[in-house]
């Protein structure tokens, strides 16, 4: 069990704000997913990867494959009020899930 965190690297965001995203991303998919795979992910020390993409489209495309899948997946849009300007997608959570269901989606991608 794994989770995977997707990034938006062309947003050139702090570290703060990415770790702000990130975390924002992971809890919001992490409360779709059933109780029985929220307990199994807790159990098994809540593995996550965080990984990167370079655009807006590659985000909604990664979300939008995550959820033609049915996997437990949330698109965050930050609310543009510190460094961002306006309403930006900035992140995807997936899963907690199996890791064969979050490598076929997010296997390609690069680590942040």
Same mark, same amino acid.
């Given at each position: ?10 947003? =050139?965001?702090? +570290?703060? %704000? #990415? ?11 992490? &409360? ?32 939008? =494959?995550?959820? +033609?899948? %049915? #996997? ?11 460094? &961002? ?28």
């Amino acid at each position: 069990m794994k989770q995977a965190i997707i990034i938006r690297n062309d947003l =050139k965001m702090g +570290k703060g %704000k #990415i770790a702000a995203q990130a975390s924002h991303a992971s809890i919001a998919s992490f &409360l779709l997913v059933s109780k029985d795979k929220q307990e199994r992910w807790l159990n098994e020390g809540m593995k996550k990867v965080v990984l990167k993409v370079n655009s807006e489209k590659e985000l909604v495309d990664i979300f939008k =494959k995550a959820k +033609k899948e %049915k #996997i437990s997946c949330e698109l965050i849009t930050d609310a543009g009020l510190t460094q &961002l300007e306006g309403p930006t997608k900035t992140a995807v959570g997936i899963g907690p899930d199996t890791d064969e269901k979050i490598d076929m989606i997010t296997g390609k991608l690069k680590l942040l």
